[in-house]
């Protein structure tokens, strides 16, 4: 099986590939323009080709591979970012989607799996929430993550593309940046690893849904062989407070963190958890890690790397 991942220089792509090099009957492709990723998380005996989802150069990668599946991950992953920048958040994470999609098409990949993200859902309060639930977008990087799996819809309608349209709640783990989505369990590692206050905007109470990076790539892995159209949660179902994830980190640690409260950032979500019956059900996973270890797994491997260079 040839398979694609774009942004697989990135974090969560890393813990793909982690997961899928070496496996036999498998021909592994990255494509990523370094923006955020580092070229190191590839392996060396991984295809690699820098360039840029919305390139010319997709089209000829594409041409010249036929692959069967493809895993899109690469993106502007940045909520402030987006609110800042709106036009280009669009650009990449709507007009990259869809050169890809054109590149599906004319090519006749077999698959897509797709990295939608719970900044869908907006705040909304019926938590845990369910895929069925209006989208609200309440940020640019929100609304072209729902556009974009409206194109992913009509281009699987019209096309036959099998599609899996992945929610994800708030990734963590390993070679996590500091400035993406789920930035908060690498900035808390970094700022206590050093010693120095965090920030926590809004009054610390409220909730995300912490899902190891490890489990994305389980649920990634096992979206390639899926039929059909599919739109599933992937999270833990759990709802940890930043204040909660404070504790967890001091315990890791064995140290007090110094916390400052500032004032709430625009688009943030108050409440955010996801439902995650449907992934149980279509792929019969669920996310294994505990928060707590998979906190305790993060800040060691952040300090090793802290000592390592
Ligand atoms: N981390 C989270 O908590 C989270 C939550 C929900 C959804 N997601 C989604 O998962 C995907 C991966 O996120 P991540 O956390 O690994 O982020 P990341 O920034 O580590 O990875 C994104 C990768 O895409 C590459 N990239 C960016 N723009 C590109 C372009 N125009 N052309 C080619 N490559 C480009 C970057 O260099 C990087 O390697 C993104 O689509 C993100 O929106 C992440």
Redesign the pocket.
């Known amino acids: 099986m040839k398979i694609l991942i774009?942004?697989g220089?990135?974090?969560?792509?890393s813990h793909l590939l982690q997961r899928l090099h070496g496996k036999p009957g498998l021909q592994l492709t990255v494509?990523?323009?370094?923006?955020?990723?580092c070229r190191d998380y590839v392996p060396a005996d991984v295809e690699f080709i820098k360039?840029?989802?919305?390139s010319q150069e997709l089209a000829h990668c594409f041409a010249s591979h036929h692959f069967d599946a493809v895993v899109h991950?690469?993106?502007?992953?940045m909520v402030p970012f987006s609110m800042d920048h709106p036009r280009e958040d669009c650009d990449?994470n709507l007009l990259?989607l869809i050169n890809v999609l054109e590149c599906c098409r004319k090519y006749q990949v077999g698959s897509i799996t797709f990295?939608?993200?719970?900044a869908v859902y907006g705040d909304n309060e019926h938590v845990p929430l369910r895929e069925t639930e209006p989208l609200v977008p309440t940020s640019f990087y929100g609304i072209t993550?729902m556009t974009t799996e409206h194109y992913l819809r009509v281009y699987h309608e019209v096309y036959g593309l099998n599609t899996t349209v992945f929610r994800?709640?708030?990734?963590y783990g390993e070679r996590?940046?500091a400035g993406?989505?789920?930035g908060v369990v690498s900035i808390f590692c970094k700022l206590l690893a050093e010693d120095k206050p965090v920030t926590i905007y809004g009054d610390g109470e409220q909730t995300r849904d912490f899902v190891y990076a490890g489990d994305i790539a389980r649920a990634l892995e096992a979206s390639l062989s899926l039929q059909g159209f599919h739109v599933l949660n992937v999270s833990t179902t759990q709802e940890t407070s930043i204040n909660q994830l404070v504790a967890y980190f001091e315990k890791a640690a064995g140290k007090k963190l110094v916390v400052r409260y500032a004032a709430k950032r625009e688009g943030d979500i108050y409440r955010s958890f996801l439902d995650n019956r449907e992934l149980l059900k279509v792929l019969q996973l669920q996310p294994e890690m505990a928060l707590p270890q998979g906190i305790l797994q993060t800040y060691n491997w952040y300090r090793q790397e802290k000592g390592g260079h």
């Open positions: 774009t942004g220089a990135g974090f969560i792509g494509v990523d323009n370094l923006d955020t990723g360039a840029d989802i919305r991950l690469a993106a502007q992953t990449v990259g990295s939608s993200s719970a993550k994800f709640a708030n990734v996590q940046g993406g989505e789920g």
